[in-house]
């Protein structure tokens, strides 16, 4: 195959078309797209060439569909060659997006297709590289082997988690670091009205998409972006004290850039899956959601408690700019071992502000502002900036091209090249969001969780997260994984005989964070092979 993806269009939707391509690209997949092949095409046989790309050179057609389409020379051409590919091999092979209802000659109604009015064309890449991912047993050079047997759903995932929930009450945080009250009890009695994610974690779920993981269809969003900048609700002067009182007490405490630009939720309607945004500075959530807690000396006031006074016993609503509600994400990747798939956990930093020391989820943070507010999506806002945190914290690349770059060419990686085995294969094979929740202990905030699956060995994850953790010492970002526990590592068992006895003991000495429980519950109800086929 000379490209993983070929498009056929009529010239009328080149616009849509074009961000489609530019967005592929940068994602690393290779693409016909005609403009692009001006020096290939001069001379040729034009109906010879496209009659051959299609029948033989694309693993995929990307078939966009209009009426224009419909009524083209070449765009018919190329769709009868495309369709007689399609009835020779078993496999998926054409791809169609449709721009309107135009009924396509030859194009089943049973084809499930994407739809172009309701999905970004950025949007529409990112499903191709999903795509892709699912059928890399196609693709020379994919080295993920599957075992003889598979298990039908997450046992380690299942496991781990119903052992957490039985050592719970023994294990669970009852501390006050100064700023935020780390007790279940606590919290639940605080926000008494909402329905927690289950028993004693203390989430509430406005959305969840497990059930769109196999289909690999994600589910239509609209983002909406505010003009300027965030700004609080200072009407109530005694809210606007303990902020900057809190703020003043929390800044030092490897609390990381106060200054940039993350991203502040306004409002979120779950039926329409539409999410309001706005820019905000780190430190709007420093002085907020992250001193909840934090009283002034002789005074029992704080945020929460002026806040329940305000809402009762039930969560900020959206938009009333008491609380920055940045929105955090956080990821669980899972790898294989043998016959089984488990969940790769990093030891948090006992001097991290929140959720400080034990066994946390693979990366996570504050989403950061879109460097682009044009095309805003859910891709461009949140998964953008989830790959480069699982970059940033575990040294995993979200594709070949991206690898290659940051050891060859970037000065903070290029002399921890050693620490990468290949430079050519895939670090990350699927990347889903399966929840969007809003968090108790920090009083609403919003956060979407995601859980993935990366085929990198035990060793070569350990490796890569020494090369994290030795970048950003050179940058001098602050230390997010405890390193006493990752050079403990081996304890837990080489890669030769890691098992979950002497994993799960370790985990359960040490201790997790609260964040890591509702990624575990995802987990343990997502089918494992869900995540790589």
């Not at 084809?111 to 590289?129: C, K, M, N, Q, W």
């Not at 239509?220 to 809190?246: C, H, K, M, T, Y």
């Not at 990747?333 to 066994?359: D, T």
């Amino acid at each position: 195959m000379n490209y993983q993806v070929a498009l056929s269009f009529s010239g009328e939707d080149r616009a849509f078309v074009r961000r489609i391509v530019e967005r592929i690209k940068q994602l690393g997949v290779s693409v016909f797209y005609d403009q692009d092949e001006q020096a290939n095409l001069w001379g040729q046989n034009l109906q010879e060439f496209f009659v051959d790309l299609f029948l033989h050179k694309a693993q995929f057609c990307l078939m966009i569909i209009s009426e224009s389409y419909k009524e083209k020379i070449w765009p018919n051409l190329e769709r009868q060659a495309a369709f007689a590919r399609a009835m020779k091999q078993q496999s998926i092979y054409l791809l169609p997006v449709r721009l309107d209802d135009t009924e396509l000659p030859g194009l089943l109604p049973t084809i499930s297709y994407i739809d172009g009015r309701v999905h970004t064309p950025e949007e529409i890449a990112s499903l191709v590289l999903e795509i892709l991912h699912r059928e890399k047993g196609n693709i020379p050079g994919y080295r993920l082997r599957h075992p003889g047997s598979h298990p039908s759903e997450n046992p380690v995932a299942s496991s781990l988690f119903a052992e957490i929930v039985q050592y719970w009450p023994a294990k669970e945080p009852h501390y006050f670091d100064g700023s935020l009250q780390y007790d279940i009890d606590f919290l639940l009695e605080v926000y008494s009205e909402e329905t927690p994610l289950a028993p004693r974690i203390p989430y509430q779920e406005l959305a969840n998409w497990i059930s769109q993981i196999n289909s690999r269809i994600q589910t239509p969003s609209i983002v909406r972006l505010l003009d300027g900048i965030f700004s609080f609700d200072d009407s109530n002067p005694q809210e606007r004290e303990l902020r900057e009182a809190g703020f003043v007490a929390r800044r030092g405490k490897n609390v990381g850039d106060q200054s940039e630009f993350v991203i502040s939720l306004q409002h979120y309607s779950s039926d329409q899956n539409r999410y309001v945004l706005q820019r905000a500075t780190y430190h709007d959530q420093v002085r907020s959601n992250l001193v909840m807690d934090f009283a002034k000396p002789g005074d029992r006031a704080t945020l929460r408690s002026l806040l329940t006074e305000l809402y009762g016993r039930r969560l900020p609503p959206w938009g009333s700019r008491r609380l920055a509600d940045t929105v955090g994400a956080a990821v669980l990747m899972f790898f294989q071992h043998g016959n089984s798939y488990f969940p790769y956990l990093v030891p948090r930093a006992k001097s991290m502000p929140v959720f400080p020391g034990g066994w946390h989820c693979s990366a996570s943070g504050a989403m950061k502002w879109p460097s682009s507010a044009e095309q805003a999506s859910f891709n461009s806002c949140f998964m953008d900036d989830l790959y480069d945190e699982i970059r940033e914290e575990i040294g995993l690349f979200r594709s070949a091209p991206e690898k290659r770059y940051y050891l060859q060419e970037h000065e903070s990686y290029k002399e921890f090249r050693h620490l990468v085995a290949n430079l050519d294969g895939e670090d990350i094979v699927s990347l889903f969001p399966v929840a969007f929740c809003r968090e108790f202990l920090r009083g609403g905030k919003p956060q979407l969780f995601f859980l993935g699956y990366t085929p990198l060995t035990w060793a070569e994850l350990t490796s890569r997260r020494i090369m994290a953790s030795k970048v950003a010492n050179k940058r001098g970002a602050r230390e997010e994984i405890d390193n006493r526990l990752i050079h403990m590592m081996p304890d837990l068992g080489t890669v030769g005989e890691l098992s979950y006895d002497k994993w799960s003991q370790r985990i359960h000495q040490t201790g997790y964070t609260l964040e890591l429980l509702p990624l575990l519950y995802y987990a343990s109800k997502v089918p494992v092979l869900s995540l790589i086929e």
